[in-house]
Nanobody, 120 residues
Framework: QVHLVESGGGLVQPGGSLRLSCLAS????????MSWYRQDPGKERELVGSSTSGGTTNYGDSVKGRFTISRDNAKNTVFLQMNNLKPEDTAVYYC??????????????WGQGTQVMVSS
């Protein structure tokens, strides 16, 4: 069984920073793409950014220049550094990972989400 556990959410003032972490644990062969999504009530889930195992990153337009994704492949962890946070960044942030199991099958996993609230 594979689990993704996010941490690092919380309340921050506009202009502040937060760093989210997502740890993948369990039995698997490798992790391909790790991504962060976010969802605000009443809105669709949107891609914040993603990182391949080789370190190639991709970001949503609304966070480019403010958010940075990084990975520690040895620790099966992905990070999301969020700077210059705005009230519109308020959402539940979800970690997603494409994981290859020991049979070679690639499956999609989601974390439980961590709340980020940007407010003065």
């Amino acid at each position: 069984q594979v689990h993704l556990v996010e941490s690092g959410g919380g309340l921050v003032q506009p202009g502040g920073s937060l760093r989210l972490s997502c740890l993948a644990s369990g039995s698997f062969f490798s992790i391909n793409v790790m991504s962060w999504y976010r969802q605000d009530p009443g809105k669709e889930r949107e891609l914040v950014g993603s990182s391949t195992s080789g370190g190639t990153t991709n970001y949503g337009d609304s966070v480019k220049g403010r958010f940075t994704i990084s990975r520690d492949n040895a620790k099966n962890t992905v990070f999301l550094q969020m700077n210059n946070l705005k009230p519109e960044d308020t959402a539940v942030y979800y970690c997603n990972a494409e994981i290859r199991n020991t049979y070679g099958t690639i499956l999609d996993y989601w974390g439980q989400g961590t709340q980020v609230m940007v407010s003065s």
